[in-house]
Structures are given as structure tokens and as C-alpha cells.
């Protein structure tokens, strides 16, 4: 008998009938005698909704209303699958983020947990009865409701795994595992059996969003035995989550490709060359609470240098405003920039012991006439920015390069 958390998306909940689907499919787990956490998100689109109501309201909304009127999605399905329970003979109790209670720091919208109660759900475990609790939700210090940002609910499921000690942590979704890269976008895309923990945290924070960046920190933080399912599908193991690379089996050199739409570009051009600069031009965005992403400075000619970095799309124009009050005050020649560029990432812990993995990746786009424009690298990743309607391209024809769409043997 184990005990096991297990989380169920937006689509895995996204009409009655999946829910009750839901129910079954924890009855089934109840049946082989396992304890069950079950964690679950809104329906599907209703984040969306609640966030568009919120901004008929006020365009800029105030950010504690926000998490009272967004964390409402996920009160609607913990009730609704108590039910779906109860209905087909379980017992099921339902629990709010702020009655488990889950506490966080105070940062509407981001929020970070800081610890959760087990002592209630334990009781209810052993009692017999299958715990729902509120993904993506909270409490601040305040008592105030608190939301932990986008695909919050992973990391619900996540941190309610490591408070629990349970044995594994079952994240159910629409795909049935994680795969090479976004099979959306590229249908050759392939399920993988496992993943490193390091390569998954770079491919959740290089933007593929099947698990949100924060559940894998945790997941390696409390060491939760963590895997990725389909909630369609009755069979299948999907992708475990690994701490320890298998040095018996072969590596890919690279596992997967991640990519982000959601990068903006800019540059500032004829900068003085002289130390602190990078400070003055970065400084008042990092104030402006705009995290920058990539960074280059070149190396300077005749006294002047040209700087260039990304921001998330949606700061684009805030940071460009900031940037032509820097510019007068550093006398840099000129800011431009462009919101309409994607980053796509090569991922993989085998590039540790390879080299010629970034010039393969830069000879595929070259040979598909694909310019880019800036370029990081880390030991176990090379991302690029591109032109944005280049993406999909770019990450089918560097799949194929690099083998991802060939079945490794198991
Ligand atoms: P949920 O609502 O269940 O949390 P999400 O939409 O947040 O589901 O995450 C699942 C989606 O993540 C998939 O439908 C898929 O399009 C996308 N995705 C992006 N990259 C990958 C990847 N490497 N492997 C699997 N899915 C991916
Ligand atoms: N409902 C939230 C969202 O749409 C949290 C989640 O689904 O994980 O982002
Ligand atoms: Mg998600």
C-alpha cells in the first residue's frame, strides 16, 4: 500500500463527465488498497475567463482581488470531484488551499509555499477517505488567498507530495508523458521513459510548459518521485522524473527541445565602453521588477560597444520606455527592438561529454536560411533567439538533426 498524490489538469477535468472519469479513475487506485491525494486544477479555459472578467473590471487589477477572484476555478472542480466520489460510493472530503491549509509568502500572482499542515489530511487518509485539495492556491501571512502563477497546480501537487512524504506523485494530463519536444508542434515528437531531474528543470524553465519550473525545483528540493501520465490513457507508465543518470544505458546526446514565445529583444546601440555600463542599462529594469533573460554585451571598437537582451513579451514596452530614459543618460547612439522573436533550447545532460552539439544545431538553421540573433549556452543547454515565425520550423528541422524522432531502444 503506497500513498500517492496525484494531480489532474485543466482538460483531465474539463467537462462533468471528465471529472467523473476523474472518479473512476482514483476509485481504481482506492481499490488496490492505496491512499490517495488528489490534487486538481480548473476547468479547462476558466483561469482565462476569471482573468478577462477581472480586467473588464480594471485593466490593471488589483492584484489581492485577482487571487480571490482566480483561485475560484479550482474551489468549483475540488467540490464537484468530492461529489463525482461520493456518487460512485467513496468517501471524499474537499479542501481550499487556505483550509489545508497551505501557507505561502505574500506575492499575489507568484506566490511561494512555505509550509503545509499535513495533520488534517493525514486523519482523513486514515479514515479512509481520499483527500481533494485546491491546486495553484494559497494563504499569505495576511490570511489573505494567494495564487502561485500560471500551472501552479503542478507545484501544489508537488509540495503536498513532499509534505506528505508520499511514495509517488502522479501528474495526470493531456499528453502521456513528457516528450522530446511539444508534440503539438512536432507530431514525430517522442515519449520519453525518463528524464533527468537537470534536464527537466531546463526544459520546464526553457518554456515547455507540461510541468510548471517550481513543482521540478521542489520535486528536487524534498526528493518527490515525481512522473507524468495521460489521463486519458488506462495503461501506460509515462516519464519518470530521475535524480540519478543510468550510466548503462546510452544517452542522448540531446533529450528534448524547449522553446518560448514568450521573449521580446532589445538592443541598445553605441554604448560607451567603460565599467559599470552593464549595470546602468540593467539596473532600472531589474527596479521595474522586469526579469531579463538572455544577455550579450560585445566586445567594444573605439570606445563603443552594442548591449542586447530579452524580457518577457509583455514587459516589452514598459522596458523599452525605461531603456530611452537610460539611453539620454548613458549617451548610447540608439534602443531598438522587436517583440516578435522566440528562443528554442537544445537540452541534455549528454552535451556534458559531447562537443559539436551547438555547431550541429547552428548548421541546421543555417541550412534552412534561419538567422540568429543571440545565442546562450549552459553546460547542458544551447538556446538561441530567432525570428518568431521561424520557430516551428526551426524545431522540427532540429529535431531530425539531432535524432530525436528515431526510436532509442529502451
Ligand atoms: P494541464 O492542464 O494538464 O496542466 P498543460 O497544458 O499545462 O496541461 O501541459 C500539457 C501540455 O504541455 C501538452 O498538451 C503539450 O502541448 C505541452 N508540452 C510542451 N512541451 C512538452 C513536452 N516536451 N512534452 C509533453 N508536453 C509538452
Ligand atoms: N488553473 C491554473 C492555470 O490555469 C493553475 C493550473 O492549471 O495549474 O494556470
Ligand atoms: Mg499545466
Known amino acids: 500500500m ?12 474539463g467537462s462533468a463527465e471528465r471529472i467523473k472519469n476523474v472518479a473512476r479513475r482514483v476509485a481504481k487506485w482506492k481499490a488496490q488498497g492505496h491512499d490517495v491525494v488528489v490534487v486538481v486544477s480548473a476547468m479547462s479555459g476558466e ?22 477572484v482566480i483561485a475560484t476555478g479550482e474551489q468549483v472542480t475540488i467540490g464537484l470531484l468530492a461529489m463525482a466520489l461520493k456518487e460512485i460510493g467513496l468517501d471524499a472530503k474537499s479542501y481550499c488551499g487556505w483550509q489545508v491549509k497551505v501557507e505561502t509568502d505574500s506575492a499575489h500572482g507568484k506566490a511561494r509555499i512555505a509550509a503545509i499542515d499535513d495533520g488534517p489530511m493525514r486523519e482523513d487518509l486514515a479514515a479512509g477517505r481520499v483527500v481533494i485539495v485546491a491546486g495553484f492556491q494559497g494563504i499569505g501571512a495576511d490570511g489573505a488567498v494567494t495564487t502561485l502563477g500560471r500551472g501552479g497546480s503542478d507545484t501544489s501537487a508537488v509540495a503536498l507530495a513532499a509534505a506528505l512524504k508520499a511514495d509517488e506523485c502522479q501528474i495526470y494530463t493531456d499528453v502521456d508523458g513528457v516528450y522530446t519536444t511539444d508534440p503539438r508542434v512536432v507530431p514525430e515528437a517522442r515519449r520519453l521513459k525518463t528524464i533527468t531531474f537537470e534536464e527537466m528543470i531546463e526544459m520546464a524553465s526553457l518554456g515547455s510548459k507540461v510541468l510548471q519550473i517550481r513543482s521540478v525545483e521542489f520535486a528536487g528540493k524534498y526528493k518527490v518521485r515525481l512522473r507524468v501520465l495521460s489521463s486519458f490513457e488506462d495503461e501506460g507508465e509515462g516519464t519518470l522524473i530521475t535524480f540519478e543518470e543510468d550510466e548503462s544505458m546510452e544517452q542522448a546526446v540531446v533529450a528534448g527541445i524547449a522553446f518560448d514565445r514568450n521573449e521580446a529583444r532589445i538592443n541598445v546601440k553605441g554604448v560607451p565602453d567603460r565599467p559599470g555600463i552593464a549595470y546602468q542599462i540593467l539596473g ?44 539620454t543618460h548613458i549617451g548610447a547612439a540608439k534602443v531598438e527592438g522587436d517583440d516578435k522573436v522566440a528562443k528554442i533550447s537544445i537540452v541534455g545532460v549528454g552535451m556534458r561529454s559531447h562537443c559539436g552539439v551547438a555547431s550541429t544545431m547552428f548548421r541546421t538553421l543555417a541550412e534552412e536560411g534561419i538567422n540568429i540573433q543571440l545565442i546562450s549556452t549552459s553546460e547542458i543547454k544551447v538556446s538561441v533567439l530567432v525570428d518568431e515565425k521561424y520557430l516551428e520550423l526551426a524545431v522540427r528541422v532540429l529535431h531530425k538533426a539531432f535524432g530525436l524522432d528515431q526510436k532509442i531502444s529502451d
Open 2 to 13: 503506497a500513498l500517492i498524490v496525484q494531480k489532474y489538469g485543466g482538460t483531465s477535468v
Open 47 to 68: 483561469t482565462n475567463r476569471l482573468i478577462a472578467l477581472a480586467k473588464e473590471i480594471q485593466a490593471e487589477p488589483d492584484p489581492r482581488e485577482l487571487d480571490v
Open 284 to 327: 532600472p529594469v531589474a527596479d521595474a521588477n522586469i526579469e531579463v533573460d538572455m544577455i550579450i554585451q560585445n566586445v567594444g571598437d573605439h570606445g563603443a560597444t552594442d548591449f542586447s537582451f530579452t524580457v518577457p513579451r509583455g514587459e516589452y514596452n514598459k522596458a523599452l520606455s525605461i531603456l530611452r530614459d537610460v539611453q
